[in-house]
């Protein structure tokens, strides 16, 4: 009997891959019916259930299959991209981890765990994922543009780009990797040099939304060129309601804002963000819950009872500037007076809010801020 169900798990996977969904969703509950404990059948069956918007029900399903098979490093990986799609970043970094502890060398477990530890503030660690899984394979482009980007998001520019210059040595014609170093170029305050990259990357991947979207950035618009319309082809072309449509609508806004055309700039900036309104979920309720949580966590005892004792003056000093504008030089003229320590960007606070904490949970924020050591 068990290699029948097995039998039907594979041809409901072929199914589902070949996106019968409907028919994969029937052929894994089938198998379920026979055994409720199918741990394939379950696993698939909540994945199929996530991609079609079920997404509770289907998370249930997975966690009961990494139950029963709690060694399957594929399942492993799988539910923890699905918590990472649905706003669970720490809970995806652990099982990205238990993965990664299981088989080392598994490729994707190890580039969703860099990434994920990068999207929580966490970036030793994901620097040391990323840096594990060059030393393993030196061809390996993704983890390369993950070490960039982390370097980048960290403030360590020029670092970044020496391993953006690395992964181009052996993948010239990488659109992404020549994006990313567009990007870091273009934080570097080397415009044409970025602008010369998105344009490699363009030449590449034509339909590279994004690349478009910075390129524009970069670039002045003083007449009507033949960039322009192969940017107004990719608009065209870009399906409604997409990221690409959005990123494409946020490029053409800028453009025809430089040539002084503000009726069209004005409605494709109108197109972009009416886009990027529907994967807003704002609740105005929460908002205003989390500032009352905030004010009655921070109030002025909190900050008498934490004042360090060896320090005369602790008022902080904000810098605050646009980018490139010179504000790490300030930083490093206030902090040279003695009296004065400069801190960098801290990712303290952003590490402790973290993403999806209820307000009340213990450990969380604000709530659970009360309690942390100084």
Same mark, same amino acid.
């Given at each position: 009997m068990q290699a029948g169900l097995d039998q039907r798990v594979r041809q409901a996977l072929a199914l589902h891959q070949s996106r019968r969904l409907a028919e994969a969703e029937a052929l894994y509950r089938q198998v379920l019916a026979a055994?409720?404990?199918?741990?394939?059948?379950?696993?698939?069956?909540?994945l199929l259930l996530h991609q079609t918007n079920r997404s509770a029900d289907g998370l249930a399903l997975m966690q009961r299959s990494v139950k029963a098979q709690p060694g399957n490093v594929d399942f492993l990986n799988n539910l923890g991209t699905v918590l990472r799609d649905l706003g669970q970043p720490a809970a995806a970094a652990e099982q990205f981890r238990k993965a990664v502890a299981l088989k080392p060398d598994h490729g994707a477990a190890r580039d969703n765990l860099g990434s994920v530890e990068k999207?929580?503030?966490r970036f030793e660690a994901a620097e040391a994922v990323f840096r594990g &899984?060059?030393? %393993?394979?030196?061809?390996? &482009?993704?983890? %390369?543009l993950g070490l960039a980007d982390t370097l980048q998001e960290a403030g360590r520019l020029d670092e970044a780009l020496e391993v953006f210059r690395e992964a181009l040595a052996i993948r010239p014609k990488d659109a992404e990797l020549l994006h990313g170093m567009g990007v870091a170029l273009m934080e570097k305050g080397d415009l044409d040099g970025a602008a010369d990259h998105f344009r490699r990357a363009l030449a590449i991947d034509p339909g590279q939304a994004k690349s478009w979207q910075m390129l524009m950035q970069v670039k002045r618009q003083?007449?009507?060129d033949q960039e322009l319309a192969a940017l107004e082809a990719a608009h065209q072309q870009a399906p409604a309601d997409s990221p690409a449509r959005m990123q494409l609508s946020y490029a053409l806004g800028k453009a025809h804002d430089d040539l002084k055309d503000y009726g069209r700039?004005?409605?494709?900036?109108l197109e972009g963000n009416a886009i990027r309104r529907k994967e807003i979920a704002y609740d105005?309720?929460?908002t205003r819950a989390e500032f009352e949580a905030m004010k009655a966590t921070f109030t002025k005892e909190f900050f008498e009872k934490h004042r360090p004792s060896d320090i005369s003056d602790d008022t902080p000093i904000f810098i605050v500037g646009m980018p490139r504008s010179g504000t790490t030089l300030i930083e490093q003229i206030?902090?040279?007076?003695?009296?004065?320590?400069?801190?960098?960007?801290?990712?303290?606070?952003?590490?402790?809010?973290g993403k999806g904490f209820p307000l009340d949970m213990k450990g969380?924020?604000?709530?659970g801020i009360a309690a942390m050591p100084d």
């Open positions: 055994r409720a404990d199918h741990a394939p059948a379950l696993h698939f069956l909540g999207q929580l503030g &899984t060059i030393g %393993r394979n030196p061809f390996h &482009t993704r983890a %390369r003083r007449e009507r700039a004005f409605d494709f900036f105005a309720a929460r206030i902090s040279s007076h003695p009296q004065v320590f400069g801190a960098g960007e801290l990712t303290i606070l952003k590490t402790a809010v969380g924020f604000p709530a």
